[in-house]
């Protein structure tokens, strides 16, 4: 098994950056593919961004890339998201999650374990 602890959100201003942090726990982080998911209020959890084993293969859903950034440290067995150019629409819980299967890479039914959220506001 993997525990999963977000750090790093907060309230910020549009246009401002903030940097999302995932300590891994547990099994041999670097068995596990990483990503970052978001919920909005009143909306379904989706994608955000994915990182492989290695971290040499990274993707994102349209509305963040050029703007946000997954990597890893598979030292310190942690997965960060920079997150910049924030706009009030990524507003939300943002979960980090780990996935061992090697199929599948940006549905929530691909992870297998997941943290408990950082939440991010961004204000106009």
């Known amino acids: 098994q993997v525990q999963l602890v977000e750090s790093g959100g907060g309230l910020v201003q549009a246009g401002g950056s903030l940097r999302l942090s995932c300590a891994a726990s547990?099994?041999?982080?670097?068995?596990?593919?990483m990503g970052w998911f978001r919920q909005a209020p009143g909306k379904e959890r989706e994608f955000v961004a994915g990182i492989n084993r290695s971290g040499g293969d990274t993707y994102y859903t349209d509305s963040v890339k050029g703007r946000f950034t997954i990597s890893r440290d598979n030292v310190k067995n942690t997965v960060y998201l920079q997150m910049n150019s924030l706009k009030p629409e990524d507003t939300g819980v943002y979960y980090c999650?780990?996935?061992?299967?090697?199929?599948?890479?940006?549905?929530?039914?691909?992870?297998?374990?997941w943290g408990q959220g950082t939440q991010v506001t961004v204000s106009s």
């Open positions: 999650a780990a996935r061992f299967r090697s199929s599948g890479r940006m549905r929530s039914d691909d992870y297998d374990y």
């Open positions: 547990g099994d041999t982080f670097v068995r596990y593919a």
